[in-house]
């Protein structure tokens, strides 16, 4: 059994400081994801973690060992890339056995390994053809396959379905959530999207410039950002955000003042906030209850319209700023005033700082 600990991870590339100083603990048996922009420092964990990169302080653990000084073949992780490089000259079978070659497992031994990834990938009947007669799926899952073989305690994923196309990134994704589940292997997933994230993830690590931002289940993230930067990263259609310019006190709650609007919200807020902030699906066309905010937004017009099935998100300028509503209709323009009411509940209040506030 394997969960990995990271103590106080550092790492520069000569001048330039990728990761100043991070802590975090990968659950053993779970899937976590490393969650964030391009540049973050995501591939470079990862990197360290796999010992192909060396931090330049602080310790790795894999299953309370001490791994700094293992070399990567020894750590008993594999590595799962986005550029899934199988040897053309050889077919399914002898892809897969290869990594059990290398490390003279007998012939029996490979061809029982070989079986029973070929079942759990659902490759058997491929076993026999070449790299070159399979779709980008199926040797995304030989790649998969040949990472296996060798019963890795730790599963390290870099983005490995972002050069596919979206039906396949779908499909692959589930795949991996599910084989994940089945194989109760500890497992790193690095990447930039966060759907890709919210489905496959126990557990999302946020990251920006190195640090972390948050840590939490997916659904944790996405009721409870701590901050700013996670608010706008998790969740699809985008957050709206609302610049408040003055925060008061009043009978039985507290008045946001954004521009020209005033929003009464039936609560008291502890500080002083600086951003207000609703998802599109939490805001509903009307009247306010007692218990909701009300937005009566000016001078809306939509820009554009996004059909999801059975619903729509309508994507509107407005004298507030830009905001994302679910549509009443699938085909409905929103256009003029705008009487939003959101339940305080969904409403999300930020500081100065970009920090999250708690409602008293
Ligand atoms: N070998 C290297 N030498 C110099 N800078 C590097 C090297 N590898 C990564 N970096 C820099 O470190 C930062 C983080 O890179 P990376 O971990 O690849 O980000 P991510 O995977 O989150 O997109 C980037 O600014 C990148 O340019
Ligand atoms: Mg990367």
Do not use: W
């Amino acid at each position: 059994m394997a969960d990995i600990q990271l103590q106080s991870i550092s790492k520069r590339f000569g001048e330039v400081e990728v990761i100043p100083d991070l802590d975090l603990t990968i659950p053993d048996g779970q899937v976590t994801v490393l969650l964030g922009p391009s540049g973050c420092g995501k591939s470079t964990l990862l990197r360290m973690i796999a010992g192909l990169e060396t931090p330049s302080g602080g310790d790795i653990r894999v299953g309370g060992r001490v791994v700094n000084d293992v070399p990567p073949a020894d750590r008993g992780c594999a590595l799962v890339f986005q550029n899934y490089a199988l040897y053309p000259h050889k077919t399914v079978r002898q892809n897969l056995a290869f990594p059990l070659r290398m490390a003279k497992v007998s012939s029996e031994e490979q061809q029982r390994s070989v079986t029973q990834i070929a079942t759990t990938l659902e490759l058997t009947p491929l076993l026999d053809r070449y790299p070159r007669q399979l779709s980008g799926g199926q040797r995304q899952r030989v790649a998969m396959g040949r990472a296996m073989i060798r019963k890795p305690e730790v599963f390290l994923y870099d983005e490995p379905l972002s050069n596919l196309d979206l039906e396949l990134r779908v499909r692959l994704r589930l795949e991996i959530a599910r084989m994940q589940r089945q194989l109760k292997a500890t497992a790193v997933y690095v990447t930039h999207d966060q759907t890709e994230a919210m489905t496959l993830a126990d557990q999302i690590v946020v990251l920006r410039k190195g640090r972390i931002e948050q840590v939490g289940a997916p659904l944790e993230l996405y009721r409870s950002p701590a901050n700013l930067f996670v608010a706008g990263f998790i969740g699809t259609p985008r957050i709206n955000l609302f610049k408040v310019d003055a925060c008061v006190p009043e009978t039985g709650g507290t008045l946001l003042q954004i521009g020209e609007l005033a929003v009464h919200v039936p609560r008291r807020i502890g500080g002083t906030v600086a951003t207000v902030g609703f998802r599109p699906e939490h805001a509903r066309l009307g009247e306010a209850g007692p218990d909701e905010a009300q937005f009566v937004l000016r001078n809306c017009e939509t820009q554009a319209m996004e059909h999801l099935g059975d619903r729509a998100f309508c994507y509107l300028r407005s004298a507030q700023g830009e905001l994302v509503v679910l549509a009443p209709e699938a085909d409905a323009r929103l256009e003029g005033t705008l009487r939003l009411a959101v339940d305080v509940r969904s409403l999300h209040f930020f500081d100065a700082q970009g920090v999250a506030m708690t409602q008293a």
